[in-house]
């Protein structure tokens, strides 16, 4: 074997090294110092006694009630959570009405529908209808918790139309209602305010009497002038 | 020819292997004295690898604390569960670790090597004293001075070929479980040891009292 520059090395240098390994392998060396074991002897025990102590105080935690208390107070717990969660859902939807009003953008003080009977005294301004969106829980807040509206369309029929007369019910037109005339067509608004207008849509039946009153989603609130 | 290379024998294989599962499963039942028992049955030979590895007894028995450290706190990480005693024994896996904590060291090569500290270490347990009751032919001197150039030409090895000289030549493993523990082929440990050996015999050739290489060349 070529090593460099040097001759080939022979079978008695190979025999020397592994003499002098031979002699290395039987030198006795230093045990470690005894300080050592007792540093880890002392870093175990500590650690074991962490990891116990951890144990304990988890344990600890559930062994401190009764067991015939525990029921009570996760019953306790889950109706707090509940009631919790139900006056956030409530005041998150309120915020939002009061959000939603824009009281520059009232169309007009006296109802007038043009060519079309209504049942009641309405502003009325024609407008394409656009469908009624599904509602999302946070406008579902503001509504009467003890009626529960259409929520896929939110749409009222009106009592007086003729339910024999199916077909032809294209005509919508858009008009602005108090929130009182609303509650007394049986939308379920919890809390109407006398000088707020929602715009709605009013539909018509081909023999010119309206059909139904749909709110559209999200609902658009005005003030009312005085 | 595998009790040559693991100096133990297939049953002290076998009776390792079963007792490095049972050692195993009390460190991690938290028995009191398994920590302790796992320490008195490889501290020697883990620092016995870190001597050679680093060349100093001092940065050997920092090492040796670190390797038993690191065990403790993977036992208590939960890392220890992924040793398995059917694919390696205690002892490699705790060698595997100081190879890596030796190549560190060896990596910062900020700290000084004291041979002095391994052929002269306190007590009287030094290598002449050790050798020279064992073989007559040799004079104290040469032989502390031979075994001096030896030393000094492994340290000087790169490190994967220390690896294998401490762990095959002085430290009695097979080449299996060389190459276990530092995760390569047999073949590449076989290979890293021819080459080692070629040329730790030509740097003794070299420095020697009788050196012939640079003089004939």
Known sequence: MKTGRHDPLESNDFARLDQFLELLKKVPLEEPPSAIKKRLNELYIQRLKKEARSRVHVGNLSRKLPFWLKPAVAFVLLIAASVGAMLLVRFHGRDHLHAGVNPGTCLSQKPVISGVRTPSNTTASTANATPAASLSPRYYSWFSSKVRPNLAEMTVHLPYSDSSIADGTSTTIQVSMSQSELVSLGFPLAEPLENRRVLAELTLGDDGLPRAITLPLPLEVIQEKR | ?217
């Open chain 2, 1 to 217: 020819m595998l009790r040559f290379w693991t100096g133990k024998g297939l049953h002290g294989l076998l009776d390792d292997s079963s007792s490095d599962a049972q050692l195993a499963e009390r460190l991690v039942q938290r028995d009191e004295c398994a920590f302790l028992d796992l320490y008195d049955r490889h501290r020697h030979s883990v620092h016995r690898f870190l001597i050679h590895m680093s060349g100093s007894i001092t940065i050997a028995e920092e090492l040796t604390q670190e390797v038993f450290v690191i065990v403790l706190n993977a036992l208590f990480n939960g890392k220890f569960a992924r040793f398995d005693p059917k694919k390696g024994t205690l002892e490699g896996y705790l060698l595997g670790i100081a190879r890596n904590l030796a190549r560190r060291e060896h990596g910062r090569s900020v700290r000084l090597v004291s041979l002095e500290g391994i052929l002269e270490a306190p007590g009287g347990k030094g290598a002449a004293s050790g050798l020279g009751q064992d073989d007559g032919l040799w004079d104290d001197l040469v032989l502390r001075s031979d075994v001096r150039r030896l030393q000094a030409a492994i340290l000087e090895l790169p490190p994967h070929y220390r690896e294998v000289v401490v762990l095959c030549s002085l430290q009695e493993r097979s080449y299996q479980d060389a190459a276990r523990i530092l995760q390569c082929s047999e073949g590449t440990i076989a290979s890293r040891m021819n080459r080692a050996r070629a040329l730790l015999a030509d740097k003794l050739r070299t420095s020697g009292p009788n050196a012939r290489g640079t003089s004939q060349a």
